[in-house]
């Protein structure tokens, strides 16, 4: 069912996507006389298609294929390789009977449309439900350090005061693409000490392969036990794919549940450490994986210690109450959150021409390119509308992006030989086009295969 869930947000979100991208393309070729064939989501390979309807000059319909969608238009070399239209005498409402201009104009459309969305997307979030952020002058603890911190020098409990000499306002900052994407300089106290500790610019590559809490987090108390894992006779047993593959099923364990820890319980030692923030806790269980620990609590006013092993993941299996750090809100006025929610899109457009970049120099790893598995397990197996709406925006934004790459068969490509033929005033042969059309499509299903399989040997844990 989880499965279902995430599959169907990721349907839904492309596919909203997908068909507004294409009304782009559809409604410049329109407003300049130019005759659109086809209206498709999904794309109807060597003619399979789920339904179809004709409404005017225009046939409308969804292909079994979900990889995206397409506008046939008159005229035009696309994926269809409709070379033998191409062979016959140009017509004047053809696509490549019409001035430049408008071609760019027709290609641009989809792109153009989606900015437009994801503006749009953002604009609406920030105007229904503001921003929240963490004061990061409260963070009277600091912060708490992941292995990815400590490497660059910072340590639990240090105060982050300023990112490249700017004041510190929202802790977020100290996670945001500014510092993720560019690196920066962090000012530090620490012992009542002012540090100054730099973050390489290629810090997003170790990054991507955990999470941000393994950069840094605001530092949480532990208060109590909220919940112990306990046996489940339903989940305990081998899945359909474990029986399907051959796959060894380990039994799962339960260590804090066997060893008697219950909810309301308040960890106050492990190993004889005196335990007060999470990180204290995560550090000291997970450094004794499938080793003897013992854990002191408190219950009802009175200490027990427990007995117990831990799993060879570095859990107990205790999902603990934190005292959360103190938030802001911020509301916005329907006019003023426009720009807000514009500067919200156009950054994330910017780090994915970054993120690019990045992988071009070597600096970040192509495996963080992912496919719609891996769009769909961000999109989680719970629906929260305010996630689905921040995730389609970001995708909408991306999209943009992706498109305007000058690799043929994309509608950058297309771009690209309408500007060389607007610069040398005449068109790109239709020979050269046709083979660049071959070439591009070679290159995007590499892309598929290679995305598809990161996201599947991530599955695996590889």
């Not at 950058?412 to 005449?426: D, S």
Request: overall charge positive.
């Amino acid at each position: 069912m989880n499965g279902l869930i995430m599959a169907g947000q990721l349907l839904l979100g492309l596919s909203l996507l997908v068909i507004l991208h294409e009304l782009g393309h559809f409604l410049a070729a329109r407003a300049f006389g130019i005759k659109v064939e086809k209206f498709y989501l999904f794309f109807d390979a060597w003619g399979f298609k789920l339904f179809s309807f004709k409404k005017g000059d225009v046939e409308y319909g969804v292909g079994w294929l979900p990889l995206g969608g397409y506008v046939k238009i008159a005229g035009m070399i696309d994926e269809s390789m409709d070379t033998e239209q191409m062979a016959q005498p140009a017509q004047p409402w053809e696509f490549r009977s019409k001035p430049a201009w408008q071609r760019l104009i027709v290609m641009l459309g989809g792109i153009i449309v989606n900015v437009i969305v994801g503006i749009f997307i953002f604009w609406m979030l920030t105007f229904n439900i503001g921003q929240n952020y963490t004061v990061n002058s409260k963070l009277n603890d600091g912060i708490s350090v992941g292995t990815i911190g400590k490497e660059i020098g910072l340590k639990n409990g240090d105060k982050i005061l300023a990112i490249n000499g700017n004041k510190l306002i929202r802790f977020e900052d100290a996670i945001s693409s500014k510092v993720l994407f560019d690196g920066a300089q962090l000012t530090i106290l620490r012992d009542n000490k002012t540090l100054y500790i730099s973050v390489p610019d290629t810090i997003l590559n170790k990054i991507s392969k955990n999470d941000k809490e393994n950069f840094i987090a605001p530092r949480y108390t532990m208060e109590r036990v909220e919940k112990v894992s306990a046996p489940d006779e339903k989940a305990d047993k081998p899945s359909f794919f474990d029986n399907l593959f051959g796959k060894k099923f380990e039994k799962p364990v339960y260590p804090a549940y066997t060893a008697g820890i219950k909810p309301g319980d308040s960890i106050l030692a492990v190993n004889g450490k005196p335990i007060t923030f999470f990180d204290q806790f995560k550090e000291e269980v997970s450094a004794n994986k499938l080793k003897p620990i013992t854990v002191k609590a408190l219950r009802k006013g009175k200490e027990i210690t427990f007995n117990l092993k831990v799993s060879k993941e570095g859990t107990i299996g205790i999902i603990p109450n934190l005292k959360m750090p103190e938030t802001a809100h911020v509301d916005f006025g329907f006019i003023e959150s426009l720009p807000v929610g514009a500067n919200m899109a156009w950054s994330t457009f910017v780090d994915n021409a970054k993120g690019i970049g990045k992988m071009i120099t070597g600096k970040l790893s192509a495996r963080n390119i992912s496919s719609p598995i891996g769009i769909a397990k961000v999109y989680g197996s719970t629906f929260d509308w305010v996630k689905f709406w921040t995730l389609t925006g970001l995708i909408s934004m991306a999209l943009a992006f992706m498109n305007l790459l000058p690799i043929p068969g994309l509608d950058g490509g297309h771009v690209v030989f309408l500007l060389i033929e607007m610069v040398q005033r005449k068109p790109v042969s239709e020979k050269v086009l046709e083979r660049a059309q071959i070439v591009g499509f070679v290159i995007l299903i590499c892309l598929m295969v290679f995305a598809f399989g990161n996201d599947i040997l991530k599955s695996f844990g590889k």
